[in-house]
């Protein structure tokens, strides 16, 4: 066999750990890619093991498929990914860590707020409300009432005063 040859999936799922459902979920989402043999076979460049690897390293970071693709969309699909290569994603990820950080945070605050009160306010309770606008509109079912069809509610901005503008 030569070092170039193109892997079976037994070989890929011997050398990653991953089973071959989530390889077939990786190639449908276009993560990876395989070829075939005359007997219809995948067979895997060598070079996909390195994109199934950065998979591995994005579960456990806890980065979306999403997040993934849109990255993988930014590298070469005839070679494995080189050192600059994952240094770039790796500070993308990074970013995104951060900014997940920063979310937790916040969440953790607002729900320190709520610790010992319980009131559920829609009007007070930023983790119940949060980023409320159609505050601004008036009360009552506004969505409903201004014809609007009924669906996931906008994301909303706080709403402190009942007589704050719009804005
Ligand atoms: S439960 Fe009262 S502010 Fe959240």
Redo the contacts with the bound molecule.
């Keep these: 066999m030569c070092s170039e040859d193109p892997l079976t999936v037994g070989e890929v799922v011997r050398r990653t750990g991953v089973p071959v459902s989530a390889l077939h979920f990786y190639e449908r989402q276009g993560l990876i890619f395989a070829g075939r043999n005359s007997a219809n076979q995948r067979r895997y460049p060598r070079h996909m093991l390195r994109r199934i690897s950065l998979i591995i390293v994005a579960k456990r970071l806890g980065v979306p498929l999403s997040d993934v693709a849109a990255v993988f969309a930014t590298l070469p699909t005839d070679r494995a990914p080189e050192h600059d290569d994952w240094r770039r994603v790796s500070l993308i990820w990074k970013r995104q860590l951060e900014e997940r950080r920063r979310a937790i945070e916040t969440l953790e605050r607002e729900l320190t707020?709520?610790i010992g009160?319980?009131?559920?306010?829609m009007r007070?309770?930023?983790?119940?409300n949060p980023d409320d606008t159609l505050c601004h509109q008036g009360p009552g079912p506004v969505r409903l009432q201004n014809g609007a069809s009924v669906g996931r509610p906008a994301r909303r901005r706080p709403c402190q005063e009942q007589g704050d503008p719009p804005g």
């Design positions: 707020g709520c009160c319980g009131c559920l306010s007070a309770c930023l983790l119940l």
